[in-house]
């Protein structure tokens, strides 16, 4: 009894779902997926707007349109065309490799049931209490569509939800890395203007004590003019703020002059 003919109809039932699965599955997957990261970096936006965080904020408002922009059907539909080699890959290659699995899988059996002895690779024994042809492609088929199953199931429950979470984590490092530098960054920034302050306030509180410096200096200086000027004038027994001859008034003024210039000396102005 001839099996390829059965083998074949299953294989090809496999294909047109391994193909639906290719073409609309994985995109129809990818978009969703993209749509709950966007939704997640958005709501990751409004509690750094909340903070009023706005470097942060900004980082993942960049993020959720970038999810929204680059995981659409169009994009992902371009890339299949542009990538043809390895779409028609997944399209032919896995099929063909199953199918010759499955090709594999019945001879052996066949070969196994008939004792390990030579026989016509196109039938199977149906005496002697072996089970018949279909019998074999049914079990051959069931566990191909069981492993296919499990594949599918693994990829979509425990891979892509791990590679999300994966993916989401690394994202929001990188967003917690930008904002712990911006955080940095403003606090060096602080850390510089008030460095800059309080240089700026003890330049202005040194000129404020050289001026007033200057000021006491100029002061005591006239204040001594003054009163040698004055005892002269009560020593020649004349009344104060007297006229002084020309010689004695030059030296007074001279020695005033010396004394002023020595106070800005002391406490230079700028």
């Given at each position: 009894?001839?099996?390829p003919?059965?083998?074949?109809?299953?294989?090809?039932?496999?294909?047109?779902?391994?193909?639906?699965?290719?073409?609309?599955?994985?995109?129809?997957?990818?978009?969703?997926?993209?749509?709950?990261?966007?939704?997640?970096?958005?709501?990751?936006?409004?509690?750094?707007?909340?903070?009023?965080?706005e470097?942060?904020?900004?980082?993942?408002?960049?993020?959720?349109?970038?999810?929204?922009?680059?995981?659409?059907?169009?994009?992902?539909?371009?890339?299949?065309?542009q990538?043809?080699?390895?779409?028609?890959?997944?399209?032919?290659?896995?099929?063909?490799?199953?199918?010759?699995?499955?090709?594999?899988?019945?001879?052996?059996?066949?070969?196994?049931?008939?004792?390990?002895?030579?026989?016509?690779?196109?039938?199977?024994?149906?005496?002697?209490?072996?089970r018949s042809?279909?019998?074999?492609?049914?079990?051959?088929?069931?566990?191909?569509?069981?492993?296919?199953?499990?594949?599918?199931?693994?990829?979509?429950?425990?891979?892509?939800?791990?590679?999300r979470?994966?993916?989401?984590?690394?994202?929001?490092?990188?967003?917690?890395?930008?904002?712990?530098?911006?955080?940095?960054?403003?606090?060096?920034?602080?850390?510089?203007l008030?460095?800059?302050?309080?240089?700026?306030?003890?330049?202005?509180?040194?000129?404020?004590?050289?001026?007033?410096?200057?000021?006491?200096?100029?002061?005591?200086?006239?204040?001594?003019?003054?009163?040698?000027?004055?005892?002269?004038?009560?020593?020649?027994?004349?009344?104060?703020?007297?006229?002084?001859?020309?010689?004695?008034?030059?030296?007074?003024?001279?020695?005033?002059?010396?004394?002023?210039?020595?106070?800005?000396?002391?406490?230079?102005?700028?």
């Amino acid at each position: 009894m001839k099996y390829p003919r059965g083998l074949t109809r299953v294989s090809l039932v496999l294909w047109a779902i391994w193909v639906l699965i290719v073409l609309f599955v994985f995109p129809w997957y990818e978009v969703i997926n993209a749509r709950d990261k966007a939704a997640d970096a958005h709501l990751q936006a409004l509690r750094a707007r909340a903070e009023q965080n706005e470097q942060s904020a900004a980082s993942w408002e960049r993020l959720s349109k970038s999810y929204t922009q680059t995981f659409n059907y169009t994009n992902i539909y371009r890339g299949m065309l542009q990538q043809w080699p390895l779409t028609l890959g997944a399209l032919i290659g896995a099929p063909a490799v199953l199918y010759g699995l499955l090709c594999g899988i019945v001879l052996t059996f066949g070969w196994v049931v008939r004792g390990f002895k030579r026989g016509s690779p196109g039938e199977l024994p149906t005496g002697g209490g072996a089970r018949s042809p279909n019998t074999w492609i049914k079990t051959c088929a069931g566990l191909a569509l069981l492993v296919i199953a499990a594949s599918v199931a693994y990829y979509f429950v425990i891979f892509l939800p791990r590679e999300r979470t994966a993916r989401l984590e690394m994202d929001r490092q990188k967003v917690e890395v930008e904002r712990q530098q911006k955080l940095a960054a403003d606090q060096i920034e602080r850390e510089k203007l008030e460095q800059q302050r309080q240089e700026k306030l003890t330049s202005e509180l040194r000129e404020t004590r050289m001026r007033d410096l200057l000021a006491a200096c100029l002061a005591g200086t006239y204040a001594i003019y003054s009163e040698r000027w004055q005892r002269t004038c009560r020593a020649r027994g004349l009344a104060e703020n007297c006229q002084l001859p020309l010689d004695v008034a030059e030296s007074y003024e001279k020695d005033h002059y010396n004394e002023r210039a020595d106070c800005f000396k002391s406490f230079p102005q700028r």
